[in-house]
C-alpha cells in the first residue's frame, strides 16, 4: 500500500503570513494515463472535509486563489500565501493513483 | 447545486450492526461512484470502499471486507453503507463523498457504539 507523511504536523500560522504543509508518498503517484492523483482537503472545525486542490495544483471551483499546491513523482506542497483566519483546521493530502486510496495524518493549522 | 445528505446519529450496541443512507441531488446520479470515508474522534480519515452507482458493484478496504456492504437504489437517488458487526472501535463520523476525487461530501453521520 501507498503510505502517506505530512509535516509538520502541528503548524502555528500568523495571520496575513504565508504558511507551507509538505505531503510525501511512499511510491510515485503518476499515473499511467500521465496524471498525478495527488488532491488536498481543508477540514475546519466541526466540519466535513472539503477538496481544495486535485491532480496536485488543480485548485477547485470557490476556492481562494491564495492556496496552491505543487509538486510530482512522490513530494508534494500545499502553500497559503497569506493565512487568514478562516483557514484554521486540519489539511489532508490524499493519494488516488493505487488502491487503496490513503490519507495523509493531516496537519493541523492554527492561529 | 450538488448535495449529499446523509442520515442522522445512531447508537448501537456492540454486536449490532448499522445502515447510514447518503440521499444524492442535483446531479446524474449513475454518472458517478460513491464513496465511503470513516473519522474515528479526534482522528484521521480512513478510506472505507466505494460503490458504481451505476452498475452496483463494490470494492472495500480489506480491512473492512466481510462487514461492510454498501448498496444503492438508483430510483431515489441513494447509496447506503451497511456495517456488521459493531465494536467500540467503530465508532466514528461516516462520510459519503462523490467519485474518487472526493469532490462532494455528506455533512458526515456519528456512529455511536457503546454497550
Known amino acids: 500500500d501507498v503510505v502517506m507523511t505530512q509535516s509538520p504536523l502541528s503548524l502555528p500560522a500568523t495571520l496575513g503570513q504565508p504558511a507551507s504543509i509538505s505531503c510525501t508518498s511512499s511510491q510515485s503517484l503518476v499515473y499511467s494515463d500521465g496524471n498525478t492523483y495527488l488532491t488536498w482537503f481543508q477540514q475546519r472545525p466541526g466540519q466535513s472535509p472539503r477538496r481544495l486542490i486535485y491532480q496536485v495544483s488543480n485548485r477547485d471551483s470557490g476556492v481562494p486563489d491564495r492556496f496552491s499546491g505543487s509538486g510530482s513523482g512522490t513530494d508534494f506542497t500545499l502553500k497559503i500565501s497569506r493565512v487568514e483566519a478562516e483557514d484554521v483546521g486540519v489539511y489532508y493530502c490524499?493519494?488516488?493513483?493505487?488502491?487503496?486510496?490513503?490519507f495523509g495524518p493531516g496537519t493541523t493549522l492554527d492561529i | 447545486q450538488v448535495q449529499l445528505v446523509q442520515s442522522g446519529a445512531e447508537v448501537k450496541k456492540p454486536g449490532a450492526s448499522v445502515k447510514v443512507s447518503c440521499k444524492s441531488s442535483g446531479y446524474t446520479f449513475t454518472g458517478y461512484y460513491i464513496h465511503w470515508v470513516r473519522q474515528a474522534p479526534g482522528q484521521g480519515l480512513e478510506w472505507m470502499g466505494w460503490i458504481n452507482c451505476d452498475k452496483g458493484d463494490t470494492k472495500y478496504s480489506q480491512k473492512f471486507e466481510g462487514r461492510v456492504i454498501m448498496t444503492r437504489d438508483t430510483s431515489i437517488t441513494t447509496a447506503y453503507l451497511e456495517m456488521t458487526s459493531l465494536t467500540s472501535d467503530d465508532t466514528a463520523v461516516y462520510f459519503c463523498?462523490?467519485?474518487?476525487?472526493?469532490?462532494?461530501w455528506g455533512q458526515g453521520t456519528l456512529v455511536t457504539v457503546s454497550s
Open positions: 490524499m493519494q488516488g493513483k493505487q488502491w487503496p486510496p490513503a
Open positions: 463523498g462523490r467519485t474518487s476525487g472526493l469532490d462532494y
